[in-house]
């Protein structure tokens, strides 16, 4: 029958037991026993102690430390933005602009992972940073009638966007910027900016809870803009935009951490100011653990925490944009 070694962790050796008597091994050894390899694998080690057909041999072999120590090897996108968050960067100057830079292509320095990874972010509008600002610019604007002061024109457009009864077209264009935070919305990340622009509405569309939302306008948009990440850099995105349904974005670049990043984006639109994004993504390094967390379940009810909302220390992306 065979027998399995038992193997006992003693600094700063290992001691091997069963197999033909007690042998010592330091965290830099191999143990094949009768020409086999693996099994157990601790602190370096690895070794399976088998007799099989009466024979116990032992043969025991250098190995390079660092194939045993690969597993304990930490995730050196994490330790990057470990070491950032202890060097807050200058807000301005020259200098800024140059730690800046060198920031993201630290980012170059880390291998890169051709499998698919995936993560997770929150944008959400919280109002207070007078987005999103709408443009009627469609001909269906135009061909209006219009009143002969550009003042009391400017407050009928306003007052008919804010109210519902605007009528969007084609060629209308809607800027927008807001805030990100991760899956948990437990940490601020930064800040999305960019533009649509009205492709077709779809009047009577959507769901009830959207319906529900004073600002919600049954379009499709076409839409480019930008996910700003601190230190981690930037990654662009383009494509449909659809106020009452899911849709997918390309990932068109970015930089830092997502400059060779390639992929899809999935936008799934839970109320007007609350959308969900799932990035599919490969061509990156391995992402940080701020990046992988379980989300939190995606519905019309759900708040960043407080802490994270009121930017406090340690709800915060380390250098974050805003």
């Known amino acids: 029958m065979a027998t399995m070694a038992a193997v006992t962790a003693a600094a700063p050796a290992m001691a091997l037991g069963g197999v033909g008597g007690l042998v010592r091994l330091d965290s830099e050894t191999r143990l094949v026993v009768?020409?086999?390899?693996?099994?157990?694998?601790?602190?370096?080690?690895?070794?399976v102690a088998n007799s099989a057909a009466g024979q116990r041999a032992v043969e025991v072999q250098k190995v390079p430390a660092a194939a045993g120590m690969?597993?304990?090897?930490?995730?050196?996108?994490?330790?990057?933005?470990?070491?950032?968050?202890?060097?807050?960067?200058?807000?301005?100057?020259?200098?800024?602009?140059?730690?800046?830079?060198?920031?993201?292509?630290?980012?170059?320095?880390?291998?890169?992972?051709?499998?698919?990874?995936?993560?997770?972010?929150?944008?959400?509008?919280?109002?207070?940073?007078?987005?999103?600002?709408?443009?009627?610019?469609?001909?269906?604007?135009?061909?209006?009638?219009?009143?002969n002061t550009s003042f009391l024109s400017g407050l009928s457009n306003l007052f008919t966007t804010l109210s519902g009864d605007h009528e969007h077209g084609l060629g209308d264009l809607v800027p927008f910027t807001n805030k990100i935070y991760d899956s948990t919305l437990r940490v601020r990340l930064g800040v999305t900016a960019g533009m649509t622009m009205v492709v077709k509405a779809y009047p009577g569309q959507g769901q009830k809870h959207h319906k529900k939302q004073k600002l919600f306008f049954p379009d499709r948009y076409e839409a480019t803009y930008t996910f700003y990440l601190g230190d981690m850099g930037h990654v662009s995105a383009q494509g449909p935009f659809s106020s009452f349904e899911d849709t997918l974005l390309t990932i068109t670049g970015g930089a830092g951490l997502f400059r060779e990043a390639k992929g899809v984006i999935h936008l799934h639109n839970i109320t007007p100011f609350k959308l969900f994004y799932t990035f599919h993504v490969r061509g990156v390094p391995e992402l940080p653990k701020i990046l992988t967390a379980s989300p939190v379940e995606p519905n019309e009810f759900v708040q960043p925490c407080r802490e994270a909302a009121a930017c406090k220390a340690g709800f915060t992306l380390p250098n974050y944009t805003d």
């Open 70 to 147: 690969a597993s304990q090897r930490g995730n050196k996108a994490d330790e990057l933005l470990e070491r950032w968050a202890k060097q807050p960067a200058s807000a301005s100057g020259r200098g800024s602009e140059t730690e800046a830079v060198r920031r993201l292509f630290m980012w170059d320095s880390l291998p890169k992972k051709e499998e698919v990874q995936l993560f997770s972010v929150y944008e959400i509008n919280e109002h207070d940073r007078d987005s999103p600002a709408f443009l009627p610019f469609s001909t269906i604007n135009i061909s209006k009638p219009r009143i």
């Open 34 to 47: 009768n020409g086999l390899r693996g099994g157990v694998r601790d602190r370096g080690v690895r070794c």
